[in-house]
């Protein structure tokens, strides 16, 4: 049997009509960090179901779940709980319309709270560029620009 301790997170990648990509800028145990929207599976959660959660709770909105892109393919220690190894798996969403409030400026807060999120475009073009938080998140963001600029 296996030991060890897992956090399992799952992201949804929303392009709009202008090959722009929705990142999300968050306070986290007093961190600022820049990343893809989604979160954390909950006991008893399948990928699809905790990330149209994830969406209803950060975007106000049901999400459709689209095509799974990429899964974390290396070990990745937790930044946030030692002793846990992180496991990130990206899916394509998609909305019928994007009704939520969207910053121009990267870390935009009215507060900086714990849980704080906003949201920001990013063109897919620049997305190499974008200071990403966490090294999955960047693989992803490589990954993006090949397949859709290549």
């Not at 968050?26 to 960090?33: A, C, D, K, L, T």
């Not at 969403?93 to 910053?103: A, E, L, N, P, R």
């Amino acid at each position: 049997m296996p030991s060890g301790k897992f956090t399992i997170r799952v992201y949804g990648l929303l392009i709009n009509s202008k090959k722009e990509i929705l990142v999300t800028d968050e306070i986290f145990q007093g961190e600022r960090m820049t990343k893809f929207p989604g979160g954390g599976l909950e006991q008893g959660e399948g990928t699809i179901d905790c990330l149209k959660r994830e969406i209803r709770e950060e975007l106000g909105q049901d999400a459709e779940v689209g095509e799974h892109f990429y899964t974390t393919d290396f070990y990745q220690p937790s930044i946030f709980y030692k002793d846990f190894q992180v496991l990130c798996i990206y899916y394509f969403i998609h909305t019928k319309t994007f009704s939520f409030d969207v910053k121009e400026k990267r870390f935009d807060f009215q507060s900086e709270a714990n849980g704080t999120v906003v949201f920001r475009w990013v063109p897919l073009d620049n997305i190499k560029l974008e200071p990403f938080s966490f090294e999955n998140d960047r693989r992803v963001a490589e990954m993006l620009y090949k397949k859709f600029l290549k």
